[in-house]
């Protein structure tokens, strides 16, 4: 991990890091303004050796009183001293306790003590420091008489008693909301990195390609508009999205040269990956080229694709595949004609059975004949078998994974589902892609939880109005090419 990682971690997981942040301050604010005010008050004290009358007798006296001084600080918070303060003072407490509100401090190289003392009131934090430098100044002379009737040798004077302390000690809200603020932002970057490092989801086409060895056809970045204008129709032609579909189309024509896949399955591991409304805006963008496309809705356990293309799904490839209508008769016609949809038709309830038939190979091959691409939305490859089943038939599966939600092991399980059947993986598309390393407001096609219901049910999408399909067809001093491969290799 090098400065890279750490920049890329604070710029995708931001929020994480702000949100302990917040929480910090926050804490830090409550426990400042709900503590109760203390105040401390200070007196200092000077130790000396008595006057030996001799210079010789006075530097060893300095020395005597320097060595003794260290031991001196420790009898601050003595019993002694303590029952003598709570005697003078009257107050109602035991000498552990008042113990606690005593502080003594030595400065460096000197024979000063500072005894301070903290307590809520600041006139008895006054009071109890005056006190007790009395009752340490009685005790230490007391302690170093060599007996009753000798002078001490060292001399304890109060030189700067306590004043009253006129603002409180603690809480200091400036420090508190500083160590805060420092605190979260630890804490946050140590979850961020955390978070990033458990997290295994697929985030960028660097993840996808690094992972699964697959290559990345495209990347659409998330746009908080997407869930009210789902195709690009109803966006601006020159928008991001739009863009990014354009390029999808242009790196179809690298795929296989050798043999070019003329049908392809557009799938996901898992529902709400954004797989239909790719299938249908790679469609819009494949047929702007001049390009003949069908755009069939494979999905016949939770069709939603008519809903997004405002077109009637009574009748459809169950409809064909059973022989109750012709290929021709099923199809419809939108825009000017380069764009066709072939509905799902009445939902059976062996979906898997129909997808790997002999009459679902002869379908898609009659759609090849009659146009350049076929695309053919399916059901998430985890949740059913259809897709794999699709995928074997198809000449090929485009496999689309949204940013930040599916997961590497789910991606493998899929894609490892793909190479039992010996479908042919084309690529990746990652759906969603966070703008400048955040994750922006995304979008998603839901499935439901269960898709082992037979029912047809509500799909959350919005719906288009019936004709609203207007495919912008070639200029016409266009060359338009006849055959598919030269059609896509001059459509960027």
Request: charged fraction near 20%.
């Amino acid at each position: 991990m090098d400065l890279r990682y750490y920049i890329r971690v604070l710029r995708l997981r931001w929020r994480l890091v702000a949100l302990c942040v917040v929480a910090a301050i926050i804490t830090a604010s409550v426990v400042t303004y709900t503590s109760v005010p203390k105040y401390t008050a200070s007196v200092q004290l000077f130790v000396a050796a008595r006057d030996q009358g001799t210079a010789a007798g006075a530097y060893q006296g300095g020395l005597f009183s320097q060595q003794q001084v260290k031991s001196y600080i420790r009898l601050a918070g003595s019993r002694p001293v303590m029952t003598g303060v709570i005697t003078e003072l009257r107050l109602r407490t035991t000498p552990g306790t008042l113990a606690k509100e005593i502080k003594a401090t030595l400065p460096t190289d000197t024979v000063i003590v500072v005894i301070s003392v903290t307590d809520p009131s600041p006139i008895q934090a006054q009071a109890i420091a005056n006190a007790t430098g009395i009752e340490f100044a009685a005790l230490v002379t007391a302690l170093e008489k060599p007996d009753a009737t000798a002078a001490s040798p060292v001399k304890v004077s109060v030189f700067q008693p306590a004043d009253l302390p006129t603002s409180q000690s603690s809480p200091n809200t400036k420090i508190n909301i500083g160590l805060a603020l420092f605190a979260g932002l630890i804490v946050g970057l140590a979850a961020a990195i955390l978070r990033s490092r458990l997290d295994t989801s697929v985030r960028t086409s660097d993840d996808l390609t690094r992972v699964t060895g697959m290559p990345t056809l495209g990347v659409i970045a998330s746009d908080r508009d997407a869930a009210g204008r789902p195709l690009l129709l109803h966006a601006n032609p020159r928008s991001d999205r739009a863009e990014a579909f354009r390029q999808l189309r242009t790196n179809l024509r690298f795929v296989d040269v050798d043999r070019r896949p003329r049908s392809i399955v557009i799938a996901s591991a898992l529902p709400g990956e954004g797989k239909t409304t790719t299938a249908a805006n790679l469609a819009i963008t494949l047929a702007e080229a001049g390009l003949r496309v069908v755009l069939v809705n494979a999905d016949l356990r939770r069709p939603g694709l008519g809903l997004y293309m405002g077109i009637e799904e009574s009748v459809g490839l169950t409809s064909v595949l059973i022989g109750s209508a012709e290929l021709a008769d099923a199809v419809q016609e939108l825009g000017n004609g380069l764009l066709r949809v072939l509905p799902s038709g009445p939902l059976p309830p062996n979906p898997s059975e129909l997808l790997g038939s002999i009459g679902m190979r002869q379908v898609i091959q009659g759609l090849e004949r009659d146009n350049d691409i076929v695309l053919l939305d399916s059901p998430p490859l985890l949740t059913v078998t259809d897709a794999s089943v699709l995928s074997a038939t198809a000449g090929g599966v485009i496999v689309v994974v949204r940013s930040g939600k599916t997961k590497l092991g789910e991606l493998k399980q899929a894609l490892a589902g793909l190479q039992t059947v010996g479908a042919h993986i084309l690529g990746g598309v990652v759906n969603m892609a966070p703008r400048n390393g955040s994750n922006a407001q995304r979008y998603s096609h839901r499935y439901g939880d269960d898709y082992s219901k037979r029912s047809r049910r509500h799909v959350e999408a919005v719906p288009m109005e019936p004709g609203a399909v207007q495919v912008v067809p070639p200029q016409a001093d266009e060359v338009r090419p006849s055959a598919a491969v030269a059609r896509l290799e001059t459509a960027d």
